[in-house]
């Protein structure tokens, strides 16, 4: 079965929940600059993999999980 739309995608689930977690864990971080940083960087997963999902090729779609 092919996947249809990308919340299907056991990652982008996953990745929502790491968001969940960082949000909760950080709420009461009084440093707020990383307090920021952390929660955009965790929302940034799954946005990553909601963009790659629409590209149009194998390559380009790649490029959205290379993680250095």
Do not use: C, H, P
């Amino acid at each position: 079965m092919a996947v249809k739309k990308f919340e299907d995608l056991l990652v982008w689930q996953k990745s929502q929940d790491l968001a969940v977690a960082v949000y909760s864990a950080f709420k009461d971080n009084k440093d707020f600059s990383f307090r920021d940083q952390i929660k955009r960087a965790s929302v940034s997963i799954s946005n990553n993999v909601a963009e790659g999902f629409d590209r149009n090729s194998n390559a380009d779609f790649s490029r959205f999980y290379i993680f250095l």
